[in-house]
């Protein structure tokens, strides 16, 4: 009728060491699998070359390979890719500038331009030759951008004139949008927008013609001058001392009005970069009078000498 019980217990016996038998060749099993897929994709000790993180994926039992520096790529207008500064170096035209520029024309938001400007400014900095090919008719789209109705945009349109102002043939063509730098730092109270347009004002040699502008804009830039943003105050004084060796815009900066603490600006406490422009305002002035100290009349406000 059934089992006595050693019987019983002789085959539950039995089947657990199938059970254990088994659990324990699984387990042999995957740790074997464990390990050698430990062993395939270890990564080799030594590469020449720095780890890239961005490695391709491999397929089941395939062995990542040293992550060696690619070799050029053929692309399709015939030249090898990568860095556009590479391509230069090797005499090939990347054609990034070019890509910039012709998407300045179309329609855009306030902060594409922006940031298209941005990277204009940076290809023209790092990629000379490109730069170099561009036209008068490139200067003249960027210059147009001063007349954006956003500040970002302008100071951004300002930034990149500056960069271009560093190869000669385009100085000319830049020269046409002084009167427009000048009606926007005296308009507008924005002092990366001052910044910005002094630095391109500094960078050119201004012609004859502008002078008329530069006398209305003279008390601007004395107010520039005396404002709390040291860099602009840097420029703005950088920019008088230039204007100060003209004989016929001397006396307009001389009777330009200033804050009763105007002296306060050549105190030691202020930074370095505003003290080493303020000399060479003041020698070149004085130098232009036969005077040699600045002085101030009036309580409130007064003029220079």
């Known amino acids: 009728m059934g089992m006595s019980i050693p019987q019983y217990l002789g085959q539950m016996d039995i089947r657990k060491g199938v059970v254990g038998l088994a659990t324990g060749a699984g387990f042999i099993y995957l740790l074997y699998k464990a390990i050698r897929a430990g062993i395939k994709c270890q990564p080799p000790l030594y590469t020449a070359s720095p780890i890239c993180i961005a490695r391709e994926c491999t397929g089941p039992g395939e ?38 520029l012709n998407s300045l024309e179309y329609k855009q938001d306030e902060y594409a331009k922006s940031m298209i400007l941005h990277s204009i400014t940076r290809c023209v900095y790092l990629l000379e030759a490109e730069a170099s090919s561009c036209t008068t ?19 951004q349109a300002l930034n990149t004139l500056k960069a271009f102002s560093g190869i000669r043939k385009f100085r000319l063509k830049i020269q046409e949008h002084t009167i427009k730098v000048l009606e926007l730092i005296s308009t507008i109270w924005d002092s990366e927008l001052h910044v910005a347009g002094l630095r391109l004002l500094n960078s050119l040699p201004l012609p004859d013609y502008v002078h008329p502008q530069l006398r209305r804009v003279m008390p601007a830039l004395m107010e520039i001058l005396q404002s709390e943003y040291i860099l602009a105050q840097v420029q703005a004084t950088r920019l008088l001392s230039y204007l100060a060796q003209k004989n016929d815009l001397l006396y307009d900066i001389l009777n330009c009005q200033v804050h009763s603490n105007f002296l306060n600006l050549f105190q030691s406490t202020q930074p370095g970069s505003l003290l080493f422009e303020e000399p060479a305002a003041e020698h070149r002035a004085g130098y232009q009078r036969g005077e040699r100290v600045w002085s101030i009349k009036g309580h409130r406000k007064g003029r220079i000498w």
Do not use: C, F, T
């Open 63 to 100: 062995r990542a390979l040293p992550q060696e520096a690619p070799a050029p790529e053929a692309s399709s207008v015939g030249g090898p890719k990568g860095l556009a500064v590479e391509r230069e170096r090797h005499g090939r035209d990347s054609g990034e500038l070019r890509r910039l």
């Open 137 to 155: 008719d490139d200067i003249s789209l960027v210059g147009s951008m001063l007349d954006d109705k956003d500040n970002s945009v302008k100071i």
